[in-house]
Structure formats: C-alpha cells, structure tokens
C-alpha cells in the first residue's frame, strides 16, 4: 500500500460495539480521514450504510460521515479519471492539504511523477457539518470563536465563517430578532422621556405632579428599563472593550450613557449632595435620562441597520443554494430509477437530468445530447450544446434533451459551492464604515477619561466649596459631552438621506460601505451579458439568397422554431411577432441536438441550423459565406436556413448593446474612472466585439467566477480602488470581493444580494449618477464627522472648566448635554442637504 503517513483530523476516543466483519475484511479505511482501521478492534466506531459496513477510526469522524454520507464515500482518481471507492482504497496520499485517492499503485506514480499536471482534477474536501462553524471579526480576522458573539476588539458582531444556511440566516436572524425587540421595548420610554423633558422648553405646560422632584422619579422609572435592558448589550461591549483595553464606540457609548443615567439617578435620589448653585428655582438637580435613553435608542436603530446589512450575506447564500434541484434521479445497477436527496449524491453515480430540469451537481455526461444554459457560470446568455464526455456544473439549467451524468464533485466540491464560499469569504474580509469611528475612538477614549480625570483632582484640589460636587459636575460634564451621538449619526444620517435621494433616481443603496467606496473608485470592472449588453438574444441581421425577401426568410424561420423555448428560437419568434409575422403551421419536427432543427411542412423539407447541419445535407453555404464571416467577427450567432435541400438565407442573432452603455462609460472616464476593464466568460473574439461598440480596450473573457474575483483582487493589490458592476451569479464572488459592487436590477437575485448599490432597469446611465450621490455623499460625512469633532474638541475643555479661572464660569451637565444636543442637530441639518442635490 502507498500512504505518506500523517495524522488523524481529531482524536482517537469513545468506544461502540463492534462491526460485523464482512467477507473482505482484510482493509478498511476511515472515509473521512483516510486513516486505516483495525476491523478487529471492538473500540472503533462503525455504521451501515446502502449494505456496506462503513468503519471510522473515531466517533467524531462518524459523526461528519453521517451528517452527508454521498460527500464521503467516493473519490475520483485525478489520472485515469476512473471513480475510487474511500473505504476500500489502498492506494492514497496527501498533496497541499487534500487527500488524493488513485485506482492503482500506477497512477499514483504517475501523480507523484507530474503533480501539476493533475492540479484541476483534484477535489476539494466535503463541506464541514453545522457543527464545526466558526464565526470571525470583519475587522480583526485574528479573532475567530465558536459561537457566535462581540469581538473583544472592536465590539463588531461576528460573522460566520460556515456558509452554509444554517450560520448564514439562523443565529443573525436571532441577533437581528434581539435588537429589535429591544428597539420596540424602548420606544414608548423614550417618546415619553421626550415629552418630559423637552416640553416645557417648547412651551409645552405639563400637570404639576409631571414636573419637580416627581417628575425626576417618573423619568428615573421610565428611563430604567431603556438603559438596563435596551443598552444591556452596549454595556457589555463597552465594558469587554475597558477589560480588553481595546478603547472603541462602544467605550464612549458606554461611559456617556451610564455617567448621564448614573448621575441622574444620584440628582434624583439623593440631590442635597449638590449644592446650591447647581439646582434648579425649586431646589432639584437638572438630570438627563431623556440624553442617555436617545443615544442608546439611536444606536439601536443603528445596529438594526447593520445586522440587516449583515443578513444579506445569508440571503444570497439562500439565493444561489436555491439553484440546485433538491431531488436528483439516481439510477441503480440494474437500470430503475430512484429518486435521492442532493446531499446523498455520491462520486460516480449515474444521474439522469430531464429536460427543463437543473443539473444537480458536477459531472460528465455518458449518455444522451442536450442543450444547457450555463449562463450561471459564464454570464454567456446563449445555450451550449452538450453529449458524451462534456461536463456540465450543478446549479445550470437542462433546456431541451434528457442525459445521463456521472457525478463528480459533490458537496464542497462543486463549483456552485465554491461560489458560495467565496461569497461569503470574500463579504467577511471586508472591514466595517465604522472602523474610522473605532480608530477616531482609540485614542479619544482615553484622553476624554484622562481630561475627565484632571478635571475632578483639579476642583477636588483647587475648586471652591463643597469642592466633591463641583469635581463630580465637572468631570460628568466632561463624559456627557464627550458622548459619540453626533460622531454616531455623521455616517448613518447622510446614508440614510442619499438612500432617499437615489431612490428617487433609480439608484437603491443597501450598503455604506460601498457607496462611499464608489465615490473612491478609480477602477471599473463591467460584465457583459446583462450589463453592457441586453442580456436577451436578438435577430440583428436577415440574409435571404435567391428568390427569397427577408420577410418570407424569417417566416420560413418561425416555422421551424415554433414550439422552441430554446433563447434562439425565442429570438427569431420574438422578431416575427414584431414584424407582424404568423409562422405556419409544419406537420413535425427532429432536434437535432449541437447542429439545429429539420421540420416538415408538407412535401417541403425546412433545416434551420449551423454550418455542421448544412454541410451534413451538402448544402452550399458559397453564396453567404463572406457575410457569414463578416457577422462572426461582430459577435453574433449565424444561422443558416434551407428549404428543399437549397440555402434560402441566413440570420444572425446577438446580445445587443444598451443603448446607454458608450456615453455612461465615457462620463464614467470624465469623472475620474480611467480604468475600465470588461470582463465576461464569453469566447475573445465575441467579447472583443462588444468591447469596441462602448470604447473599451481592456477585455478579460473566458473568464470563470474565480477568475473575476482573482482579477478583483489583483487590481486592488496594485492599489486601486476597484468598482464591480454586473447582473449574473457568475459576478457574486467578484462583487463580494469588489470595493464597490453595483448590481442590474434585471438581473439574478443573488447578484442584487452581493452588491451594495442596485441600479433599477439595469441602466448603466444610473450608474453615472450613483458616482455623482456617492462623490456628495462622501463629502457630507467628512463634514459631519468635522462637526462632531470640533464639538467634542471645543465642548471638553469647557466642561472641564478651563473658563472658570478667567470667567468665573463652569459648564453644567445640563449645558453639555445642549451642546452634544447641538451637535446632532448640526448633522442631521448638513445630511438634509443632500436630499436636494442634482444628479
């Protein structure tokens, strides 16, 4: 036997009874770690599966094996292709991680002789059970738990690193149910707490028994449950940041907020401990439980918002899982078939997929021809052709014919898993807006507490009698004022506002981060299909020869595609229909599956086809050939037609161009955009076509899901800030790794899932303006983020008392609290502003 030697993925423990053995019990191996076991050792674990004593070499590693047993029984040997049964496979090594099985001691030579050469067919390893997600910081990708919870760090809620559904959408919505249910709690409080406080300074005349020291006691009883339990995961935060001496918004909020509640909850209970000069006409002390309830209702809008950013992750994971099938027809030994669940489907089963029915997982077909879309993975809106030999992609869709697969990658292996990961990788990596706010906060945090500080010992010190109360005022005046609303709402606010304002122009904004990214962005990576392109086949050209006009041409045409629903047929019935055009009626038709269609009407015989099918029948294609050529060369899709074993013409069927696509890409170049590169998974000659009609040089074609992102990450490793507008799911990986991610509108769910910003009606002259609110939008939080910080700057020292040796005058709590109040205002009015911009 040929095995590197290596270690078992987890421990060897727990006992079970022991397996049967079986007639051919000489070797057994461990199908998910690959160790050998010991059929006589009554200790390992064992489970039947479809008749077959399957032996492991440790309870865990049973316990994978049970959670999606088709993704562990077999493997495919890179060399000679032949499929490998794990359990009974002698023949196994490791290479870069993976364990590679072969059929021979042969073929493993061979590998091991050339291992590159073999690179593309190894398979990645099955998907880890529910059980084993971890969860990581956005922001600090060090910091990685089990369970899902705050990063010590930042405070950030982390993400998981599963993508599956189960830690995509369960444990955020459950987080995302918890906020809320804290925002609607704390509502009515804070409305009330607003009225009490803020009414008689709006000439507002509340009943007596609402005001003075009652009323204090009434806003203390209202103010409780908002700041105990509304703020209760705030504090937390707060609180792990002081344990972890990671200062960050949470530090402030947490410190405003509890000093404001704290000190007025003290003014209530207990106010002979003030003096005399820091109450009020009728003897209470000013207190501000309305301030620290708004913040914490504020924050908590916030962070609504973000757990329903965040949930989008889950949500697109849903929308591409959604393309497979949940049913795949399995056919047995003996020729039946039964149907299984896609998690069950093993390497080397033979499936068979129907027409109009999606491919289930990777594989080769072995039998039967059809016609697949596959624009999933190549954004190419055309079918392609496939029989014997050619693989197909789980998730892509059968259009026409039955076949006959052969799995190959299942699980994590497929490509459509693949996508998902990157996904959600790709969105993990991706830090925060706020990680400027934690920065900012970083160093603020402790200069507030030290100002705070030197402010208390210097009253306590020096201040006038009773020195504790002026020393307790001033250092609270410091931490109210100090308190991040006006830093907290500088970004949301103007979000919140361009959000209205894009509506308005067909722009839908879903994520800060890259609309503020898009106003940065000096590179443009564009899809084609969908994007530039219609995304829907035309007929662009009707070539008749001989006696033929164009008119009776294409009637001869939808004749022969009536019934089709195949993108081709559609055009050329889509273009008789716009043409006034009835097809005729025809007594039969034959598909003939990768060269076209032979219908019969009457005595007369019609092809419709590609050049293979007319040369099949020795059909000259002399007469059109030149202009055949001419069209290929353009991008477009040449059809010939014969009618009676003569050529009666030919059609010529393409994506067209948006006919906003040249002059947005060029106001893009104006607008500082100078790189622009199309990349598509179309053929070069056809992406080079398009490329010309929009002014583009740079073209990437042929390209792969991995492929775009790769060149996402490539361009963004040369320091460019890269813009990914496309409409396909074969653009989620690139968008997720993108700066900016702009999606069409018409295009699939999963990409809209992907990107931040979604143009309605897929117009690409939307995507013009959306640069425009980006540009304004991100100079309207530069100057909200400049307002909070002047406030924070000028407010502190005055609440410490700097004023006092030459004025006479100290800052109270109550005019702190006005003047973060003003900050606020501040934002909010310099956000409206965008509301009323051109674009």
């Known amino acids: 036997m040929s095995e590197t030697a290596h270690s078992c993925c987890c421990s060897c423990s727990g006992g079970t009874e022991a397996a049967p053995l079986t007639d051919d019990a000489t070797f057994f191996r461990d199908p998910v770690c690959g160790m050998t076991v010991d059929p006589n050792n009554p200790d390992k674990p064992w489970t039947e599966y479809n008749g077959e004593i399957i032996r492991f070499c440790n309870p865990k590693c049973k316990e994978k094996f049970l959670a999606s047993p088709g993704a562990w029984l077999r493997a495919v040997d890179p060399v000679s292709g032949a499929v490998v049964h794990k359990p009974k496979a002698r023949h196994m090594l490791k290479h870069e991680g993976l364990r590679v099985y072969f059929e021979s001691e042969e073929t493993l030579k061979a590998f091991e002789a050339n291992p590159q050469a073999y ?64 925002f609607w709690v704390s509502l009515p409080f804070t409305l009330v707490l607003l009225v009490l406080a803020m009414g008689p300074l709006l000439g507002l005349s509340l009943p007596t028994w609402l005001t003075g020291q009652t009323g204090h006691i009434i806003q203390l009883i209202l103010a409780t449950p908002v700041v105990l339990y509304g703020g209760l995961p705030f504090f937390r935060r707060a609180w792990d940041s002081v344990r972890s001496r ?25 106010p002979d401990l003030f003096p005399a000069s820091l109450r009020n006409a009728d003897g209470t002390v000013p207190v501000y439980f309305e301030t620290a309830a708004v913040i914490i209702l504020l924050v908590l809008v916030g962070q609504i918002l973000e757990q329903k950013a965040r949930k989008r992750t889950g949500d697109a994971i849903r929308a591409l899982a959604q393309l497979l099938p949940p049913i795949a027809h399995r056919l ?9 669940a896609v998690d069950h489907v093993a390497v080397g089963d033979r499936l068979r997929v129907r027409a109009h029915e999606s491919v289930p997982v990777d594989g080769i077909i072995i039998e039967g021809r059809s016609t697949v879309d596959e624009s999933m993975i190549t954004g190419e809106p055309l079918p392609v052709e496939k029989g014997p ?113 894009g509506a308005r122009a067909g722009i839908l904004i879903r994520d800060a981060a ?44 939808a004749t022969v595609e009536a019934g089709a629903t195949h993108p081709l047929a559609e055009a050329i019935l889509r273009k008789a229909g716009d043409e006034g055009i009835r097809p005729q009626s025809a007594e039969s038709f034959e598909s003939i599956t990768g060269k076209g269609v032979i219908a019969h009407q009457g005595e007369k015989t019609l092809l419709l086809g590609n050049a293979a099918l007319m040369q099949e029948r020795d059909i000259s294609l002399d007469a059109v050939q030149e202009k055949a050529e001419t069209l290929r060369k353009e991008g477009k899709t040449v059809v010939f037609l014969a009618e009676d074993d003569r050529l009666a013409g030919l059609l010529a069927i393409a994506d067209p161009v948006k006919e906003s696509a040249a002059d947005a890409l060029a106001a893009l170049r104006k607008q500082g955009i100078a790189h622009i590169v199309m990349a598509t998974g179309d053929e070069e000659a056809t992406a080079r076509a398009v490329a010309r009609q929009v002014g583009i040089e740079e073209v990437a074609a042929a390209q792969k899901p991995a492929d775009k992102a790769a060149l996402v990450r490539r361009l963004k490793a040369e320091g460019r800030v890269v813009a990914f507008a496309g409409d396909g799911v074969n653009d989620a990986p690139a968008m997720a790794e993108a700066d900016s991610a702009i999606a069409m509108a018409t295009g699939a769910q999963v990409a809209m899932e992907s990107a931040g910003i979604t143009l309605l009606k897929g117009d690409l002259a939307k995507l013009v303006r959306a640069r425009r609110l980006a540009e304004a939008t ?52 310099n956000a409206l502003r965008l509301s009323r911009i051109r674009l």
């Open 119 to 182: 690179a593309d067919k190894l398979e990645a390893p099955p998907q880890a059970p529910a059980g084993a997600a971890k969860w990581v910081c956005a922001c600090h990708p060090e910091v990685v738990a089990d369970q899902p919870g705050d990063c010590p760090i930042c405070g950030m809620a982390l993400e998981p690193m599963m993508s599956g559904q189960e830690a995509a959408a369960a444990d955020e919505d459950a987080e995302l149910r918890d906020f809320t249910r804290r």
């Open 246 to 270: 990671n200062y960050n918004m949470w530090t402030l909020i947490g410190l405003g907020t509890g000093v404001a509640y704290v000190h007025s909850a003290v003014a209530t209970l207990m």
């Open 332 to 340: 047995r030994e003996d020729g039946t078939e039964e149907d299984i």
């Open 389 to 501: 030999g050619d693989e197909v992609i789980g998730g892509t869709r059968n259009l026409s014919g039955s076949f006959v697969m052969e799995a190959r990658r299942v699980g994590a292996g497929t490509m459509l898993a693949q996508i998902v990961e990157m996904v959600a990788q790709a969105r993990r990596s991706r830090a925060p807006i706020q990680s400027v706010a934690d920065t900012f906060a970083g160093w603020f945090v402790p200069a507030v507490v030290a100002v705070a500080i030197i402010a208390f010992f210097a009253w306590f010190a020096f201040g006038p009698a009773p020195k504790l109360a002026y020393a307790l005022t001033a250092a609270v005046s410091v931490l109210i004022i100090a308190c991040p609303c006006a830093f907290g709402l500088a970004t949301p606010m103007s979000i919140t506002v361009a959000a209205g304002r």
């Open 514 to 557: 890259h609309l503020e990214r898009l106003a940065e962005a000096d590179t443009l990576i564009i899809d084609k299909t969908g994007t530039i392109t219609e995304g829907r086949p035309v007929v662009t050209d009707i070539v008749p020869v001989a006696d033929k006009d164009a008119k009776a041409l294409l009637q001869l045409a």
């Open 778 to 829: 991100l100079r309207n939080i530069k100057q909200n983020l400049f307002f909070a910080v002047v406030y924070n700057m000028l407010g502190i020292p005055v609440a410490a008392g700097i004023l006092y040796p030459f004025f006479g005058m100290l800052l109270s709590p109550v005019i702190a609290a006005a003047a973060m109040s003003l900050s606020s205002v501040s934002v909010v009015s």
